[in-house]
């Protein structure tokens, strides 16, 4: 059930009743200012195994607990100093951090398995209401086919999950478009576990370098184990590896540059902020038009371009 919901003033009523769902074990997807995600109570095993089933999801990959505040992170898992400082800084908003789990509170499949658990407190209205109303950690990935790509509309939630889903609030588009940046905070130093709508640069202006992940170390991530936010035609990136003139069939385009060829249908950006919050709605609208095959345009390594980057590569499958 899609049920329109006011985003600066969202209504109690429709709040509530989605709150009511998520206590009683059912599935909400819900906006968030990243993209849609698929919410469900984080501390209850079963309904987030409802979340795996419905996405299709591997149980491995792990869940990020959506919080109404800093007192929620606290009762889910230890944090320091520096975690509060991050928190301070960055919450509400698009940062998710991985801190030890409290192990005996965050049950296992949440976790994916791992001692550690993935929080951020999200900075949309809708979301913020929810999570407050509901009075507990909502797990959420993206509300969609586990690889397809990301919800930024509440239609592309129907499209995907359907009836799996016990209520839709409809907030409208997504101010974003690409996920939240994922840091790991357990270790000494930070590490950096996947771009996105927070720039590193954000970052490291106050903590300094923060690492990139050597291989392996990234599985302790949601959403980086797999092949995700791919269209259901191949994708190709336009760098310089490419050879247009190569390409067979009805070739659509994504980016902000014109292509070097004509193509059936193009999708073009103003900006890479732009190109970000449109990436996932155009690869829908790509798959739709009829096209053969995508080209989208490799954006620069910096601000949303890393995150840009991330998911153009999981994407395309090379990453």
């Known amino acids: 059930m899609r049920l329109p919901v006011d985003r600066w003033n969202p209504e109690a009523e429709i709040i509530a009743r989605?709150?009511?769902?998520?206590?009683?074990?059912?599935?909400?997807?819900?906006?968030t200012e990243t993209v849609y995600g698929?919410?469900?109570?984080?501390?209850d095993e079963a309904a987030v195994r409802a979340i795996y089933r419905a996405k299709g999801r591997p149980s491995d990959n792990p869940l990020i607990l959506h919080l109404a505040d800093v007192a929620g992170a606290e009762r889910v898992a230890f944090v320091d100093d520096r975690a509060r400082r991050l928190m301070d800084l960055f919450w509400p908003g698009p940062l998710t951090l991985v801190l030890p789990a409290r192990c005996g509170v965050v049950p296992a499949v949440t976790r994916g398995g791992l001692e550690t658990v993935a929080l951020r407190m999200p900075s949309h209205p809708v979301a913020l209401a929810l999570i407050e109303a509901a009075g507990l950690p909502v797990a959420a990935p993206s509300a969609n086919r586990s690889g397809r790509p990301s919800p930024t509309e509440a239609e592309a939630v129907e499209e995907d999950l359907g009836e799996a889903?016990?209520?839709i609030l409809?907030?409208?588009s997504t101010d974003v478009g690409v996920e939240s940046t994922v840091v790991d905070a357990t270790g000494p130093s930070l590490l950096l576990l996947r771009p996105g709508a927070l720039p590193l640069e954000r970052i490291e202006e106050t903590e300094g370098v923060v690492d990139l992940p050597r291989k392996g170390e990234g599985r302790r991530s949601p959403g980086t184990r797999y092949r995700h936010y791919a269209p259901d035609r191949p994708l190709l990136l336009w760098d310089e590896t490419l050879q247009w003139e190569?390409?067979?069939?009805?070739v659509g385009y994504i980016g902000i540059e014109a292509p070097s060829?004509?193509?059936a249908?193009?999708?073009?950006?103003?900006?890479?902020e732009?190109?970000?919050?449109?990436l996932f709605s155009a690869l829908r609208h790509l798959e739709r038009s009829g096209v053969d095959l995508i080209v989208a345009q490799w954006p620069r390594r910096e601000g949303l371009g890393l995150a840009l980057r991330d998911r153009l590569l999981r994407a395309s499958g090379r990453g």
Do not use: H, K, M
């Open 18 to 31: 989605a709150a009511r769902a998520l206590r009683e074990g059912r599935l909400v997807a819900f906006p």
């Open 38 to 43: 698929l919410g469900a109570d984080g501390l």
């Open 165 to 167: 889903v016990a209520i």
């Open 170 to 172: 409809d907030g409208g």
């Open 246 to 250: 190569s390409l067979q069939g009805a």
């Open 261 to 263: 060829r004509p193509v």
């Open 265 to 272: 249908v193009e999708v073009r950006f103003r900006t890479v």
């Open 274 to 278: 732009d190109y970000a919050r449109g």
